[in-house]
């Protein structure tokens, strides 16, 4: 067959997937290398789980994301599978089965794809990879707080020097919603606004409403409170809910925990954040940063997961999106390190044993090293040009009499 003559729609993808090629690859695994590093500096151990499983491990009771969100197909036994939507479920999962007995305190990080259908979402991914870490058995504030002192040590590794995280505690709105006594659809709305940053909608909503006036005086408030150093005391001083009180107490402890790491200058409190996923059960934080419209990393408590797999275990974790960071990255036009520098060896037929005498010294030193030999019709300037396209760092000519000419493009 003729090359030009092919199904040129097979050079297409599908709507929500993205090819990543060259050197933004190897800008990817560079950063993936980093937080992977910083992860086993604080403890943390690999686990890998499939990229797909049945589908009641990710179902609605799981607080996971919406069945028709999900891609879905049969085994020969026509069980429903799905790919993988999220990970917490499936470290739930493993924790279950294989730390059964375990009650003291685990640390466990994995990578990978994760799976949501995006259809109608102008360039919003279907297809993203997800860098994550998962604190199990320990139910402790300080927990919460290694969570997000690793979160931030994590980003500045990847360069980042100007991002926030934005921290809350799903108790705050669930306890207020209890204080409240709206139905399920009020309750769902108003979710909605605050969620949106809605304080108009949120202010006709309740107007009308027998609400105790320090709880309506909060929902009032809930937006305008985000980023205030004194939102955590104005929620205290008007409500006497012990869920919210004790979710704001939690918060002060973290507080005080990441002042002790001098971490405070990047994070600030939110008391109306609110999650996609229902199995938040404590703190809940997303990180943010320009360059991204998206949160670069979230997190938080999920104390109850775990049950539903059969082992009662409290847990906090992270995940870090991968696509936004690196678009992030891009915008704000921080060098990645990919701690590669290629070489081209170029060589003429005749010299071509100390052509391969040259590259395997270099590859013993732990170099890559891109072996060919000179086609006579091409110049050497053309094939300088491609050393250039391939970000390579060097091409080391050697020519017909065995001279070596060393060209450098760093």
Do not use: W
């Not at 479920?89 to 994760?114: F, H, K, S, W």
């Not at 931030?152 to 006594?181: P, T, V």
């Not at 044993?353 to 890559?368: F, N, Q, T």
């Amino acid at each position: 067959m003729n090359e030009l003559e092919f199904d040129k729609s097979l050079l297409f993808i599908p709507e929500g997937v993205k090819d990543v090629y060259g050197i933004d690859c190897r800008r990817r695994d560079a950063i993936e290398k980093l937080i992977r590093r910083e992860m086993r500096l604080y403890g943390f151990n690999d686990i890998k789980t499939p990229g797909f499983e049945f589908f009641d491990i990710f179902n609605k009771e799981r607080g996971t994301v919406s069945s028709n969100k999900m891609y879905k197909f049969f085994d020969k036994h026509n069980n429903t599978l799905v790919l993988r939507p999220d990970h917490t479920p499936q470290i739930a999962r493993c924790v279950a089965r294989y730390y059964a007995n375990e009650d003291m305190q685990l640390r466990l990080c994995y990578t990978g794809e994760t799976y949501i259908h995006q259809s109608g979402y102008q360039g919003k991914l279907s297809q993203t990879t997800q860098i994550g870490a998962e604190l199990v058995c320990d139910s402790s504030s300080d927990a919460d707080g290694e969570m997000l002192t690793l979160t931030i040590d994590c980003l500045k590794k990847s360069g980042l020097e100007s991002f926030q995280i934005d921290i809350g505690h799903a108790g705050i709105i669930e306890g207020l919603l209890e204080e409240a006594g709206l139905s399920a659809d009020e309750e769902t709305k108003l979710k909605n606004y605050i969620e949106n940053k809605n304080s108009h909608a949120i202010a006709q909503m309740l107007s009308d409403k027998d609400i105790k006036a320090g709880t309506k005086e909060i929902f009032a408030g809930i937006c305008s409170l985000f980023g205030e150093n004194d939102s955590l005391e104005f929620i205290r001083t008007r409500t006497n809910n012990q869920k919210t009180l004790d979710a704001v107490d939690r918060l002060s402890k973290l507080k005080e925990f990441l002042a002790s790491y001098d971490m405070l200058s990047n994070v600030t409190f939110d008391p109306g954040m609110l999650s996609r996923y229902d199995y938040y059960t404590g703190v809940i934080f997303k990180a943010y940063t320009y360059g991204t419209g998206e949160a670069i990393a979230s997190g938080g408590r999920y104390d109850n997961l775990m049950a539903q797999f059969g082992k009662n275990a409290p847990a906090v974790g992270v995940v870090f999106l991968l696509d936004q960071l690196m678009e992030a990255l891009d915008t704000q036009k921080i060098e990645v390190d990919t701690g590669e520098n290629d070489i081209l060896v170029l060589y003429r037929s005749a010299n071509r044993k100390a052509a391969i005498d040259m590259v395997s010294k270099l590859r013993d030193e732990g170099k890559s090293v891109f072996l060919m030999r000179k086609n006579a019709d091409i110049s050497l300037d053309e094939y300088k040009d491609y050393a250039k396209r391939r970000n390579l760092s060097k091409l080391q000519y050697i020519d017909d009499t065995g001279e070596v000419t060393v060209f450098d493009f760093d």
